[in-house]
């Protein structure tokens, strides 16, 4: 009998093992204070103040984004009530009219070929290297010359104009590199010191080397990839992931829909309105117009941005398998007006600091001075694309693009990495900057080209 356990004592449990029988804690249990238990004491700051460790604006954020949606929805409304639906199918005609366009794409070919066979026979006479120099530079000043002449005398139309002298440019900028490069390539291979590109073992194929990149596919896909500078390879993934690359797609053809739409529903009418505010100027009916401007303007240029430096460089680099993709940085955070210009377009700051900076440095010249020559090419570049389409030349990029130069020395100097330096690029870029070229280049077009004041032609409303 004593070897037997007894049946109303319970085993003793170890100290970490909790009682079958015990009940869950509750996890925050209820503590019930008397009255003379101590509510302060602490030294707090408001929620509100800047010091304050607690903050948490989540539902501000929520209620600006309702505020948005609630405004910019009485505005849509508004103006279908007032015009309709204004984007039809003749309208698209004229953005998707590509004939000439077509035209000037085949004729580029030709400085393809030329810069191809000036490669190509440049390996095996190294004593005609002057002779291959300026071939180059006639070959790559025609690429451009050409469509500029074409396009501003053949009146092609700005859609179309601005597109081929688009695809002239990048063709210039391309060809550029892939005779600098190859230059350097063929000097090392001449002296006997070639030395292999440097792609991460990870992402590359096989390497190819001077001369053996002198081949068509190899000048066309460099064509074909979303970059500016020229190499012989380049990082590589492994498949195409298709899936992947309709979602993209879709996402792109979207994005060029609302682009248009918006463009045609609420920018081209609010600009023929406010013609007749700057034939009899009228400053506050003016400010009223710019910033009426402003929303659309800014809506059609991030959407820009996404289609182009995010959708279309992604399929076009999806479809190549290309793996490197930084077509851009974080240049919404930008504190000053030169860390935009870095971060914006990467494949032509790549460019032009490969090609335009470090040469002007490795010949002595200042980095404010070589900064400036570059920021100069920029805005005549810039000022072409936007006047030559219209068949006008009026200057108002290039002054415009001229201005941010001491704006840029400014906010280098002041506002960089704060809070107000992001406030002033955001204002300068896009409530300020991009409706007043709009307006000018528009009003000028109109004055040159068309007869906006007829009363027969015009429609503009003096209501605000």
């Known amino acids: 009998m004593a070897d037997q356990p007894t049946l109303h004592k319970r085993e003793k449990l170890k100290p970490s093992e909790p009682s079958p029988e015990a009940k869950p804690a509750v996890p925050h249990q209820e503590v019930l204070h008397y009255h003379n238990t101590a509510i302060h004491t602490e030294n707090t700051p408001s929620l509100l103040t800047s010091s304050s460790e607690e903050q948490n604006f989540r539902g501000f954020f929520n209620l600006a984004a309702i505020i948005l949606v609630v405004s910019h929805a009485r505005i849509v409304i508004e103006n279908f009530m007032k015009y309709g639906i204004l984007l039809n199918l003749s309208t698209l005609r004229t953005y998707v009219a590509t004939d000439d366009l077509l035209v000037g794409m085949?004729?580029?070919?030709?400085?393809v070929l030329v810069a191809f066979f000036l490669e190509k026979w440049a390996v095996g006479n190294k004593h005609k290297e002057q002779l291959v120099h300026w071939g180059n530079i006639i070959n790559v000043s025609l690429c451009v010359l050409i469509p500029c002449t074409?396009?501003?005398?053949?009146?092609?139309?700005?859609?179309?104009?601005?597109?081929?002298?688009?695809?002239?440019?990048?063709?210039?900028?391309?060809?550029i590199s892939y005779n600098l490069v190859n230059r350097d390539f063929r000097h090392d291979y001449w002296k006997g010191k070639a030395v292999?590109?440097?792609?991460?073992?990870?992402?590359?194929?096989?390497?190819?080397?001077?001369?053996?990149?002198?081949t068509f596919s190899n000048l066309y896909y460099f064509l074909a990839a979303p970059v500016l500078v020229y190499q012989m390879n380049y990082p590589r993934t492994k498949k195409i992931r298709w899936y992947w690359l309709m979602g993209k797609v879709g996402q792109f053809i979207f994005c060029t829909c609302l682009q248009l739409f918006i463009l045609e529903q609420f920018?081209?009418?609010?600009?023929?309105?406010?013609?007749?505010?700057?034939?009899?100027?009228?400053?506050?009916?003016l400010v009223a117009r710019l910033l009426k401007l402003s929303i659309p303007s800014l809506i059609i240029w991030l959407l820009m941005f996404y289609s182009f430096f995010h959708l279309y460089l992604n399929i076009i680099s999806e479809l190549l398998r290309f793996g490197?993709?930084?077509?851009?940085?974080?240049w919404w955070?930008?504190?000053?007006?030169?860390?935009?210009?870095?971060?914006?377009n990467l494949p032509v700051h790549y460019w032009l600091v490969r090609h335009l900076y470090y040469p002007m440095r490795r010949r002595e010249i200042g980095r404010t001075t070589a900064s400036i020559c570059i920021f100069f090419i920029s805005a005549l570049v810039h000022e072409i694309l936007a006047s030559l389409p219209l068949s006008l030349i009026r200057f108002h990029f290039f002054w415009g693009m001229l201005a941010q130069s001491p704006m840029a020395v400014i906010t280098e100097m002041y506002t960089k990495n704060s809070s107000y330096g992001n406030f002033i690029f955001w204002i300068v870029f896009c409530i300020i900057g991009q409706p007043m070229i709009l307006l000018l280049y528009y009003h000028d077009y109109m004055m040159v080209y068309g007869n906006p004041y007829d009363a027969q032609n015009h429609t503009a409303s003096t209501q605000i």
């Open 267 to 285: 920018i081209m009418p609010t600009i023929k309105n406010t013609l007749t505010f700057m034939v009899t100027p009228n400053l506050p009916a």
């Open 196 to 214: 292999p590109e440097a792609i991460s073992e990870r992402c590359r194929e096989s390497l190819v080397t001077y001369p053996q990149n002198l």
């Open 150 to 175: 074409c396009v501003y005398y053949a009146r092609i139309g700005p859609v179309g104009g601005a597109a081929l002298l688009a695809l002239a440019f990048v063709l210039f900028m391309k060809l």
């Open 324 to 330: 490197d993709r930084r077509f851009y940085r974080d």
């Open 106 to 111: 085949i004729g580029l070919q030709i400085h």
């Open 333 to 344: 955070n930008s504190t000053t007006i030169a860390e935009y210009w870095r971060k914006w």
